[in-house]
């Protein structure tokens, strides 16, 4: 009361004395309250201080649910029109059924945590579902149509939560749904748990549940069938190990497709498996439903952020097709980080993981240590154990320490059968491998013969007998005029013996060449004595084993492999009799001299009249390596144009010349207006220009 007297005094004061001083007209109203010692300056201070401000509110536990309305499930990323339906949210097939809004949400609330299936949406109540999302909220813009009937509560077909996770230790997460529906966990940018399609128990060797936690799953949506509950769908569901080194706040996304009708139950659990967590009787972690004092709608601390961008990273195999059966080697899957600029990102730690298109699950060899100096890791892969069906695998990367999602996904399809059938060794794939067709010397020139070769090996455990047929076309590997230009036949290969067969062939064309090189033969079994003893004379005693199978006594083989190349050049003649090498096919008067790379342009427009020339002009131009040893003169050119008119004809521009080396010192211009901040040359010419001042 005594502040807010003072301070009135001091307005008072201010409004009958405006030329008094501020501390002359306070002394008066302040001198009764301030110790002796206090000065006019504290005082102000005192009288003038504002109170602290209220210390900002703990972040608020749980996430943010956005909550979307369909009344059809639509597969498509345009959002269907018609007066029949009400739709904002789509479930995107190439995404594994996961929810794509199409709109703002119908509702949105914080959810505590994420406990929406064991004793909610896994259960039923009087034979009707559980509602345990929002009802009641406003009715959405558009739905006029439907508000006779239904309220749009009834109709909820998808949620997206976000908000923040806190990682409270260091060790290794992972994070895992049991879900009726598709759905999918994201820590920053990388996606760490995908339970997609129909949804289920994510099932993975690395942890497992307490099956109180998945009792009403059981009973009521898996029919009481453990085989069913605890079957991995290695073709829509993975987790990614997530290790931290120190305690971590990460922004966590969770999507989920509750399209489902009313019958068939809707839910959804959140689970983790922490460094905490504790293990069954077998030595494996439990999961645990997410608990609330470790979600956020804001962030509780500090976000560290990705300097891994995915779009530019990139990953690839080095086949595309490998036999299934193939055990004394797997498929190299080499990574490559980047920044947003493209620049390579070193010290990431990556995890790679597959999807297979049938059955079982692919072994992977995770990289043994972070990307170098490149940006650039290893990985390796092979089917897995019993798994040699054929199948497609999805290669994915993750870079789990900035938990970024490499956007590239390499495809490798394993071939059951291939090992005893395929002789071209081990082919990127069967229709194109760069390393497997051999042509010398290159380029193709026309009328200069060159050697065609392909390396053969016999894999398998029997005899063949081979014949290779070298084709070529003058188009693509897409054509199926394919043309003869020579085979082979008689060609025997023993168990693991290798060999090369190769023709010659003169090229004629003049346009882009393909070669193929296809194998027709038979796989020689031995099922009677009488076969052994003819394959014996044609083979060595000692290379035969028992035959492991002996199904009939030969086998057809068949396999192709092709391989792309540039054009046929041509030989032209000059004056003096030198050889030179058209530019390119086609083009008329530009010749290259690969003695002395030297170009030559030369061509011309002239007018003529009842066959008679009236008149015209020639152009000549040469240029090429300067060919003196004097280290400053780089170029040389020759430039000529001759005019005529009727018969009467003259130069009109003769000059030749020598382009000199451009001098490194202080009279060249080096500043960024004169070169450009993006020239290479800039900072070259700067280190040159302090070392030689």
């Not at 009792?215 to 085989?227: I, K, M, S, V």
């Not at 030297?598 to 003529?608: A, Q």
Request: glycine content about 10%; some cysteine; charged content about 20%.
């Amino acid at each position: 009361m005594l502040l807010r007297t003072a301070k009135d005094s001091v307005e008072l004061m201010r409004a009958r004395h405006p030329f008094r001083t501020l501390a002359a007209a306070m002394a008066p109203s302040v001198s009764r309250c301030l110790p002796p010692a206090a000065t006019i300056a504290a005082a102000l201070s005192a009288l003038f201080s504002r109170p602290a401000a209220a210390p900002a509110p703990p972040p608020k536990h749980g996430l943010t649910g956005a909550y979307y309305v369909a009344t059809l499930e639509t597969h498509g990323d345009v959002n269907p029109s018609g007066k029949d339906w009400f739709v904002q949210v789509w479930m995107d097939p190439n995404d594994f059924q996961l929810p794509r809004p199409f709109t703002a949400p119908a509702a949105v609330r914080v959810d505590p945590q994420i406990a929406f299936g064991q004793g909610k949406g896994f259960v039923s109540q009087n034979g009707k579902q559980t509602q345990w999302w929002p009802t009641g909220f406003a009715i959405p813009a558009g739905w006029t149509i439907w508000q006779a009937t239904m309220k749009p509560w009834d109709w909820v077909t998808a949620v997206i939560w976000k908000g923040y996770l806190h990682l409270p230790k260091a060790g290794t997460y992972y994070l895992t749904t049991a879900s009726r529906g598709a759905s999918a966990v994201y820590l920053n940018e990388a996606r760490v748990a995908l339970n997609g399609t129909s949804g289920g128990v994510l099932v993975s060797d690395a942890f497992t549940y307490a099956k109180a936690d998945l009792r009403d799953y059981l009973q009521n949506l898996a029919h009481g069938r453990e085989d069913l509950l605890f079957r991995a769908q290695p073709g829509d569901n993975y987790v990614v190990p997530v290790t931290v080194e120190t305690p971590r706040d990460v922004p966590i996304e969770v999507r989920y497709n509750s399209w489902r009708s009313e019958s068939s139950g809707r839910g959804i659990d959140l689970f983790w498996v922490t460094p905490d967590s504790p293990h069954d009787a077998s030595g494996k972690p439990v999961a645990h439903i997410v608990p609330s004092d470790v979600l956020y709608t804001e962030p509780p601390g500090p976000i560290e952020r990705p300097t891994v961008r995915g779009a530019n990273s990139m990953l690839s195999a080095d086949f595309l097709y490998f036999p299934a059966e193939r055990t004394d080697k797997d498929v190299a899957v080499r990574i490559h980080l980047a920044d947003k600029d493209g620049n390579p990102i070193g010290g990431k730690r990556v995890h790679v993981g597959s999807l297979v298109s049938y059955g079982g699950a692919d072994a992977v060899k995770q990289p043994d240590k972070p990307t170098d100096d490149k940006g650039e890791t290893t990985a390796r892969i092979r089917p897995g154990a019993g798994h040699k069906v054929t199948h497609d695998s999805k290669i994915f990367a993750t870079d789990v320490t900035d938990l970024v999602d490499v956007a590239q996904v390499a495809v490798v399809r394993f071939e059951a059968g291939t090992v005893p059938t395929s002789f071209f060794g081990d082919a990127f794939a069967p229709y194109y491998d760069p390393g497997g067709i051999h042509v010398e010397p290159l380029p193709l020139i026309e009328d200069r013969p060159v050697t065609i070769s392909a390396s053969l090996e016999n894999r398998g455990k029997f005899p063949a007998e081979l014949a290779a047929t070298f084709t070529s076309n003058d188009w693509n590997i897409g054509r199926t005029d394919w043309k003869e230009i020579g085979k082979i036949g008689n060609i025997l290969l023993k168990p693991g013996e290798a060999r090369v067969v190769s023709i010659r062939w003169t090229p004629r064309a003049a346009g882009h060449q393909c070669f193929r090189v296809d194998l027709s033969g038979r796989m020689l079994w031995t099922t009677t004595q009488s076969e052994h003893a003819v394959a014996a004379s044609l083979f060595p005693v000692q290379t035969w084993a028992q035959p492991e199978r002996t199904p009939r006594s030969s086998e057809e083989i068949q396999g192709s492999l092709q391989r792309n190349l540039s054009g046929v050049v041509k030989w032209v003649g000059d004056k003096l009799g030198a050889n030179k090498i058209s530019c390119a096919p086609g083009v008329v008067g530009c010749t290259f001299d690969p003695a002395t790379g030297h170009v030559d342009l030369g061509g011309g427009v002239h007018v003529k009249a009842d066959g008679h020339d009236v008149g015209g002009v020639d152009v000549k131009v040469g240029f090429g390596p300067e060919q003196s040893p004097d280290p400053h003169k780089v170029l040389q050119y020759d430039v000529k144009v001759k005019g005529n008119v009727g018969p009467y004809e003259g130069t009109l521009v003769e000059k030749s010349g020598v382009v000199p080396a451009p001098a490194i010192n202080k009279d060249i211009d080096t500043s960024p207006n004169a070169y450009g901040n993006t020239n290479p040359r800039f900072k070259q010419l700067r280190q040159l220009e302090r070392m030689n001042p």
